[in-house]
């Protein structure tokens, strides 16, 4: 061989490794402008093979019938060895269906695990999207879809699945666990015989404008539409009753065929014309790409002015506008403001906002109550109030519920659960005969509880309190609570004046709350709080009768700081921490001051204003937010004695905090006591 010939063959050696990919599949390179075509089954198969690939971009250009095929593990990203976990290289390109179906894809993995077109995708870029898989018959052990086994951070979308799905855990129609799923709808039947089983998706997952019908059939933690949903939540998503033979799910709303089939189930929660159509009163929802008999999905037509955004937030105007919105959880992350007050005598409403570790979708977004009211509200049978899961991000501000009634489980008369921010906010009424987290404003809170009061009754067995229930890892300052805490069993449960059970951090709060203990149950039974364990409690004080309790704490394991209960009023001569006084004492400013506390007219312990007493021996402290802007001097109320020591500063023009605003004429806080502070003065005349 000479030499000329041996060079040929090593060009054209190097020549294929480095170009063999451009000539791999039916074309194109793998890049998102010019993704791989697959065209054929021999294409798939082509992917299947070769995992270096699994990053890239892929399109479908025809559809594929797998009719003769039978695989024994996923087609694409297969788990390679059933030991222990995902051994495989999970699929973190995109695949883009392009509107095309592969039909009678069949798997028979026995006991194998991550079983569907993909057996497993990662990465939160990754996304498989318009692809339908039709006439799918899966058998597998855990992690069983049509279409993907495992999704553990990438995104589906306007996609869907026909056929039969079965196997023992994380079960679903479409996917059997996790990631974000949009758009996409299963039929087929799932069947699993261990825990986690749904007709779309067996565990987790964001679920957006997604639907099932399917028969579902299974041991434990079923659903019709998810079958568990531990991370993640469900917007506007539905699963047909009758057919899916299931009630339950979690996540999702079910309802009947009839319902299922009607353009208004869809249109008044949100669902894009773009991406879905329908055969009204025909055949259910398909997405656009498919072609299907039918017209767009009609626009959302929703009843309020404004746009949703903090500049411009809708408006909630009267009953019906809130019973839109209860209804509506592809509203919960918008921005609203009250702009009258509400009566909701004798309208039925649901909370706004659910648990996700319940599949619901959280309230994160604003509601300002804009110091309106709402009143006549009933919430029964559901554990939360009229506010169910707030998330964090989400806020509650200047709002009064008045005469509200909760009866379940758990939860408080404005909100279940506070992992947000509540300000401003008020409630009267009665939450009773709960189980435990119950509190006469929130249930449990995990963020921040401010300038908050509850006048309402509270009755429960643990975790009971006049403002919050449980405040686990929150804070709740500037608080005050005055009404009847009632224990319903003696089983040493927490009840307090404000809170039942503390982890967190309460500062500056009162509680002038009757408790009632139950006989025998006095070690968690507090004027103020029932039991406190990794949180503190400063600055706080209780002057409520306690009856088989103690004082301000009922048992504690961390830092009561300056803070003290009355023992004459209260009954109770103990506590497991503060400061047991004299009514005479605790009616003393002295007392508070020399402890440290922030009073009106004092500079030594702060600037904020945080505590306000008009006359030693004949009032207990309240908190400065009490009272109105223009109440500067006592006697409580506005009066010629607030003009008076109003005119005092009139044009002064060198306001701050360090003369605290011009000793708090500049109520507008804007540097300057002029007409605008008058005109908010004048509003406060006499009141």
Same mark, same amino acid.
């Given at each position: 061989?000479?030499?000329?010939?041996?060079?040929?063959?090593?060009?054209?050696?190097?020549?294929?490794?480095?170009?063999?990919?451009?000539?791999?599949?039916?074309?194109?390179?793998?890049?998102?402008?010019?993704?791989?075509?697959?065209?054929?089954?021999?294409?798939?198969?082509?992917?299947?093979?070769?995992?270096?690939?699994?990053?890239?971009?892929?399109?479908?250009?025809?559809?594929?019938?797998?009719?003769?095929?039978?695989?024994?593990?996923?087609?694409?990203?297969?788990?390679?060895?059933?030991?222990?976990?995902?051994?495989?290289?999970?699929?973190?390109?995109?695949?883009?269906?392009?509107?095309?179906?592969?039909?009678?894809?069949?798997?028979?993995?026995?006991?194998?695990?991550?079983?569907?077109?993909?057996?497993? @995708?990662?990465?939160?870029?990754?996304?498989?999207?318009?692809?339908?898989?039709?006439?799918?018959?899966?058998?597998?052990?855990?992690?069983?879809?049509?279409?993907?086994?495992?999704?553990?951070?990438?995104?589906?979308? $306007?996609?869907?699945?026909?056929?039969?799905?079965?196997?023992?855990? #994380?079960?679903?129609?479409?996917?059997?666990?996790?990631?974000?799923?949009?758009?996409?709808?299963?039929?087929?039947?799932? /069947?699993?015989?261990?825990?986690?089983?749904?007709?779309?998706?067996?565990?987790?997952?964001?679920?957006?404008?997604?639907?099932?019908?399917?028969?579902?059939?299974?041991?434990?933690?079923?659903?019709?539409? $998810?079958?568990?949903?531990?991370?993640?939540?469900?917007?506007?998503?539905?699963?047909?009753?009758?057919?899916?033979?299931?009630?339950?799910?979690?996540?999702?709303?079910?309802?009947?065929?009839?319902?299922?089939?009607?353009?208004?189930?869809?249109?008044?929660?949100?669902?894009?014309?773009?991406?879905?159509?329908?055969?009204?009163?025909?055949?259910?929802?398909?997405?656009?790409?498919? /072609?299907?008999?039918?017209?767009?999905?009609?626009?959302? /037509?929703?009843?309020?002015?404004?746009?949703?955004?903090?500049?411009?937030?809708?408006?909630?105007?009267?009953?019906?506008?809130?019973?839109?919105? $209860?209804?509506?959880?592809?509203?919960?992350?918008?921005?609203?403001?009250?702009?009258?007050?509400?009566?909701?005598?004798?309208?039925?409403?649901?909370?706004?906002?659910?648990?996700?570790?319940?599949?619901?979708?959280?309230?994160?977004?604003?509601?300002?109550?804009?110091?309106?009211?709402?009143?006549?509200?009933?919430?029964?049978?559901?554990?939360?109030?009229?506010?169910?899961?707030?998330?964090?991000?989400?806020?509650?501000?200047?709002?009064?519920?008045?005469?509200?009634?909760?009866?379940?489980?758990?939860?408080?008369?404005?909100?279940?659960?506070?992992?947000?921010?509540?300000?401003?906010?008020? #409630?009267?009424? &009665?939450?009773? /005969?709960?189980?435990?987290?119950?509190?006469?404003?929130?249930?449990?809170?995990?963020?921040?509880?401010? =300038?908050?009061?509850?006048?309402?009754?509270?009755?429960? @067995?643990?975790?009971?309190?006049?403002? &919050?229930?449980?405040?686990?890892?929150?804070?709740?300052?500037?608080?005050?609570?005055?009404?009847?805490?009632?224990?319903?069993?003696?089983?040493?449960?927490?009840?307090?004046?404000?809170?039942?059970?503390?982890?967190?951090?309460?500062?500056?709060?009162?509680?002038?709350?009757?408790?009632?203990?139950?006989?025998?149950?006095?070690?968690?039974?507090?004027?103020?709080?029932?039991?406190?364990?990794?949180?503190?409690?400063?600055?706080?004080?209780?002057?409520?009768?306690?009856?088989?309790?103690?004082?301000?704490?009922?048992?504690?394991?961390?830092?009561?700081?300056?803070?003290?209960?009355? @023992?004459?009023?209260?009954?109770?001569?103990?506590?497991?921490?503060?400061?047991?006084?004299?009514?005479?004492?605790?009616?003393?400013?002295?007392?508070?001051?020399?402890?440290?506390?922030?009073?009106?007219?004092?500079?030594?312990?702060?600037?904020?204003?945080?505590?306000?007493?008009?006359?030693?021996?004949?009032?207990?402290?309240?908190?400065?937010?009490?009272?109105?802007?223009?109440?500067?001097?006592?006697?409580?109320?506005?009066?010629?004695?607030?003009?008076?020591?109003?005119?005092?500063?009139?044009?002064?023009?060198?306001?701050?905090?360090?003369? =605290?605003? #011009?000793?708090?004429?500049?109520?507008?806080?804007?540097?300057?006591?002029?007409?605008?502070?008058?005109?908010?003065?004048?509003?406060?005349?006499?009141?």
């Amino acid at each position: 061989m000479d030499n000329t010939y041996r060079k040929a063959l090593v060009i054209s050696g190097i020549i294929f490794c480095l170009f063999s990919n451009v000539w791999a599949y039916s074309g194109g390179t793998g890049t998102e402008i010019d993704p791989y075509q697959i065209a054929n089954a021999t294409d798939l198969l082509e992917l299947t093979a070769d995992a270096n690939d699994y990053n890239d971009c892929f399109i479908l250009v025809n559809d594929i019938d797998l009719a003769g095929y039978t695989f024994t593990s996923a087609v694409i990203a297969p788990d390679i060895n059933t030991s222990s976990g995902f051994q495989g290289t999970a699929f973190s390109g995109i695949f883009d269906g392009n509107g095309h179906v592969i039909s009678n894809l069949t798997i028979d993995a026995n006991e194998n695990d991550y079983i569907g077109l993909f057996g497993k @995708i990662v990465d939160a870029d990754s996304v498989i999207k318009n692809l339908g898989i039709e006439d799918a018959n899966i058998i597998g052990n855990g992690y069983i879809g049509s279409l993907v086994g495992n999704n553990e951070e990438g995104t589906v979308t $306007s996609c869907y699945a026909t056929g039969a799905v079965s196997g023992g855990f #994380c079960v679903g129609g479409l996917v059997g666990a996790g990631g974000t799923i949009t758009n996409c709808y299963a039929t087929g039947a799932v /069947n699993g015989d261990v825990d986690l089983i749904g007709g779309l998706i067996g565990d987790g997952g964001t679920l957006r404008y997604c639907y099932s019908t399917g028969a579902v059939s299974g041991v434990n933690r079923i659903g019709g539409l $998810s079958g568990g949903t531990y991370s993640g939540s469900t917007i506007s998503c539905f699963w047909d009753i009758e057919t899916s033979g299931l009630t339950t799910s979690y996540g999702g709303t079910g309802l009947s065929t009839e319902e299922m089939k009607d353009m208004t189930t869809y249109s008044l929660n949100g669902w894009s014309g773009e991406d879905w159509t329908i055969d009204d009163g025909n055949d259910y929802p398909h997405l656009a790409w498919e /072609n299907a008999p039918g017209q767009p999905i009609a626009e959302t /037509n929703i009843p309020f002015q404004g746009e949703g955004t903090s500049e411009y937030p809708y408006e909630i105007e009267n009953a019906e506008d809130l019973q839109f919105l $209860s209804s509506k959880n592809f509203l919960w992350d918008k921005h609203f403001i009250m702009i009258s007050n509400v009566n909701l005598q004798g309208i039925p409403l649901t909370p706004i906002g659910g648990s996700k570790m319940m599949g619901y979708v959280e309230f994160t977004g604003v509601f300002d109550g804009n110091d309106h009211i709402i009143r006549n509200v009933i919430m029964n049978d559901y554990d939360h109030g009229l506010f169910g899961y707030v998330a964090a991000g989400g806020k509650i501000c200047n709002l009064g519920i008045e005469n509200i009634e909760v009866t379940g489980h758990s939860g408080g008369s404005l909100a279940g659960e506070n992992a947000g921010s509540i300000e401003n906010c008020y #409630c009267t009424g &009665v939450v009773n /005969n709960g189980w435990s987290s119950l509190g006469g404003l929130v249930g449990s809170n995990y963020g921040n509880v401010t =300038n908050c009061h509850s006048t309402g009754s509270v009755s429960g @067995i643990g975790g009971v309190g006049g403002l &919050v229930g449980d405040n686990n890892g929150g804070t709740i300052t500037k608080c005050y609570a005055a009404g009847v805490v009632i224990q319903n069993e003696s089983l040493d449960p927490s009840c307090g004046g404000l809170v039942g059970w503390n982890c967190g951090i309460i500062t500056d709060c009162y509680a002038t709350t009757t408790v009632i203990g139950q006989t025998g149950s006095t070690s968690c039974v507090g004027g103020l709080v029932g039991y406190s364990g990794w949180g503190s409690i400063i600055n706080c004080y209780s002057v409520g009768p306690v009856s088989n309790g103690y004082g301000l704490v009922g048992q504690n394991s961390d830092s009561v700081v300056a803070s003290f209960w009355d @023992i004459e009023t209260s009954g109770q001569t103990t506590s497991a921490g503060g400061t047991g006084l004299t009514t005479a004492q605790m009616q003393d400013m002295d007392t508070y001051t020399s402890a440290g506390w922030d009073f009106v007219g004092e500079t030594a312990n702060g600037y904020e204003n945080i505590w306000r007493m008009c006359v030693n021996g004949v009032y207990y402290p309240k908190l400065y937010w009490q009272f109105l802007p223009s109440d500067f001097v006592c006697p409580d109320g506005v009066s010629f004695e607030d003009l008076a020591y109003f005119v005092q500063w009139w044009l002064e023009t060198d306001c701050s905090s360090l003369n =605290n605003d #011009c000793g708090r004429t500049d109520i507008k806080i804007d540097g300057t006591v002029n007409f605008f502070d008058f005109a908010l003065f004048a509003n406060d005349w006499l009141d």
